[in-house]
């Protein structure tokens, strides 16, 4: 889960109370009976009634005329359900009311299905409960109920999906009334739709995933670089894994104002660029140079994200390349998995685990070499180890997201891409390459030490590096080692010189400098120049003076950001 969603529901917490289950006079907290059916309801505020339930709905079917994502009506009628059957149909709530108690009627033969709503301007949106007709919720208060891991509130939008877990109520799908419940913190109304995939018999049959890769100018790589790197993710991870195959694929520019992402904030406003970049649903996979605020080489929008509508916080996943095409495949492979709705195996810092009884998990992961933990081989393991597997129970999430086209039953071809009003841009091809990333040509990490640090951890762990350093404890001199190790990648380097950094400033300074003097790989070098801007300025400046000009534009972007080009 994403750490700003803990952050998000600390901020909450007198709404998550004031607007759990507890008033709903169904089963999602304590238990009960589901009302007997939703009454339409004419509200000009949040809900105070426990019995009042709100229904309003038309659907936009895929391959079929109806509504755009989150803009408007389809055909309606009585029986949203009541045309031909497709992969994936929207199912458009309009805009609800904060604290309304919202059915929607779910369909038979359903194998997931993914709620979206978003807010007008900015602010915090939540989803307090999403409830099968006469059950339990799926979520309440923000989580998978028992999890602790607030994972559906977020700023300006929010996802939620199910299966995301294997609770009794949560599969198989239940046909009939759901229920849910948003609130926020200032908005009176999100833009509400539900997302619902089906076949034919409720069985899956396959499908591919449509990808528009996004390539920052600074990043440097190209299409020739990424092709591979997304053959592998299907061939070694969804391929087997998943039963998912790739689909279309399309590259286009990225702005060089995202070469490298400094917040989280600028995270957000990057996905939202990628309105009417095409057909959904698609993985928007953005490449950029570095992020700034982040260890990881991989963020995804959401738990779930917004892979069916474009153009918003959650409509993403974004990656920094490393040179090394197979290890990129892993990153990318675990990220989808993200905004296709699955967490983490194992949650470090927090004593967390995924919602999944099938998956192995590591209760003493702080404590512990990662390295041996029972479900390091598992593609959402916390850390990138390069694990190729994925769990049955896992696999039904991702079956039943909206991330692919399906195929409705055998011997069947995917199906048409969801209905749009919204105009679609003409894509500028990529912007030609200044500056081409050297491949990665690093030897295989040979001790524990060393593959955790070539192992970066997933954005969600909010200090990662705290973590491995109580969980290996490694000397000094062992980090040290390792930062001027030349034959290990550059990545298992710059961590080593972070960590070093941590614990011995003196001498992570001087080896900062003596690598940033001979250009000794981008990763490093950007290590290098967050340590020498702390601990020594003016030495940064008289050795970016000495390198100049420097090639890799990232570097030069992290430079310019801390004032030393005109210094």
């Not at 992961?365 to 994925?390: L, Q, R, W």
């Not at 896992?394 to 909206?402: D, E, L, P």
């Amino acid at each position: 889960m994403r750490v700003s969603s803990f952050r998000l529901a600390a901020a909450l917490v007198a709404l998550a109370c004031a607007c759990g289950d507890d008033d709903d006079g169904g089963p999602g907290g304590a238990g009960g009976s589901d009302p007997s059916g939703p009454t339409t309801a004419s509200t000009t505020g949040p809900s105070t009634t426990a019995d009042t339930t709100t229904t309003s709905a038309t659907t936009g079917n895929g391959g079929a005329a109806g509504g755009s994502a989150l803009g408007g009506g389809g055909a309606g009628g009585e029986d949203p359900w009541g045309g031909p059957l497709v992969h994936l149909a929207e199912l458009d709530l309009g805009a609800l009311e904060m604290g309304d108690l919202v059915a929607f009627p779910i369909p038979d033969r359903t194998l997931g299905l993914t709620t979206f709503s978003a807010i007008s301007g900015q602010g915090i949106v939540g989803i307090a409960l999403l409830r099968p007709p006469n059950s339990s919720a799926v979520v309440n208060d923000y989580e998978v109920p028992g999890t602790g891991l607030p994972a559906f509130i977020n700023n300006s939008a929010v996802a939620a999906a199910d299966p995301q877990s294997d609770l009794p109520q949560a599969w198989p799908v239940l046909e009939g009334d759901w229920r849910i419940r948003l609130v926020s913190d200032g908005a009176m109304t999100a833009d509400t739709s539900v997302f619902v995939r089906r076949t034919m018999d409720g069985a899956f049959h396959g499908g591919v995933v449509d990808i528009n890769v996004l390539i920052a100018p600074a990043s440097g790589v190209d299409s020739g670089y990424m092709n591979p790197v997304l053959d592998a993710v299907f061939a070694n991870y969804w391929g087997p894994g998943l039963g998912l195959s790739k689909g279309n694929v399309t590259f286009t520019s990225l702005s060089s104002s995202y070469d490298v992402i400094s917040s989280a904030d600028e995270l957000a406003q990057m996905f939202t660029t990628s309105a009417g970049i095409g057909a959904a649903p698609a993985l928007n996979l953005f490449v950029v140079a570095d992020f700034d605020y982040a260890s990881a080489l991989g963020i995804a929008g959401g738990i779930p994200g917004s892979p069916m509508v474009h153009g918003t916080p959650r409509s993403g996943v974004a990656y920094t390349p490393s040179g090394n095409q197979g290890y990129d495949a892993s990153v990318v492979a675990h990220e989808m998995g993200h905004l296709a709705g699955l967490f983490h195996t194992t949650e470090m810092e927090i004593t967390a685990f995924d919602p999944l009884g099938d998956t192995l998990t590591c209760p003493n992961i702080n404590s512990m070499n990662p390295a041996n933990c029972p479900d390091v081989g598992n593609v959402m393991f916390p850390i990138a180890y390069g694990g190729g597997t994925f769990s049955p129970l896992q696999a039904r999430v991702v079956q039943g997201s909206a991330i692919y086209r399906g195929i409705i039953e055998d011997g069947g071809l995917p199906g048409a891409p969801l209905p749009s009003l919204l105009p679609i841009n003409l894509l500028p091809p990529p912007a030609p390459v200044a500056y081409n990333l050297p491949l990665d040509t690093g030897r295989v990490p040979a001790t524990p030490l060393e593959r955790a640090l070539d192992a970066p951890a997933c954005d969600r762990i909010a200090d990662a590096d705290a973590s491995l350093l109580a969980a290996l404890a490694p000397t000094a001199g062992e980090l040290e080692a390792v930062a001027r190790d030349e034959s290990l990648s550059d990545r298992a380097r710059a961590r080593a010189l972070q960590l070093l950094w941590r614990s011995s400033p003196e001498p992570a300074t001087d080896i900062a400098a003596l690598l940033f003097a001979t250009g000794a790989g981008r990763r490093i070098d950007m290590a290098a120049v967050t340590i020498l801007d702390a601990e020594a300025p003016s030495l940064l400046a008289e050795l970016s003076d000495l390198r100049a000009p420097i090639a890799d534009p990232a570097v030069m972007a992290r430079l310019d950001r801390l004032g030393f080009s005109s210094r």
